[in-house]
């Protein structure tokens, strides 16, 4: 028996837990640098001391919504126009 299904999900399944542990450390950061203001700029260059972030629910909510909508359309388009080829036509063109 091949595993080779098995084995990419399984691999899929990693991929997906260190994209959500990179997601989770750069929230981490930003909420570190909204409340300590570590990363600082030189004054005689800006005019504020520290980096300005805005860590907004709704923002990342709202682009995690339109990312789903994006990729939703982006499968079905292509599926609606693909579903329209009956296999006939398909092989009396060649």
């Known amino acids: 028996m091949d595993f080779y299904y098995i084995r990419q999900i399984l691999r899929g399944i990693k991929h997906k837990r260190f994209n959500s542990l990179i997601k989770v450390l750069g929230i981490t950061l930003v909420f570190i640098q ?3 203001g570590m990363i600082t700029l030189d004054p005689s260059s ?3 001391k520290t980096v300005p972030v ?3 629910p709704v923002h990342i909510i709202l682009l995690n919504a ?3 909508a994006a990729i939703i359309v982006m499968l079905l ?3 609606q126009l693909i579903s329209r080829i009956t ?3 398909a092989i009396r063109y060649d």
């Open 34 to 36: 909204l409340k300590t």
């Open 46 to 48: 800006y005019y504020i």
């Open 54 to 56: 805005n860590l907004d």
């Open 66 to 68: 339109g990312t789903m």
């Open 77 to 79: 388009v292509p599926s």
């Open 87 to 89: 296999p006939v036509k």
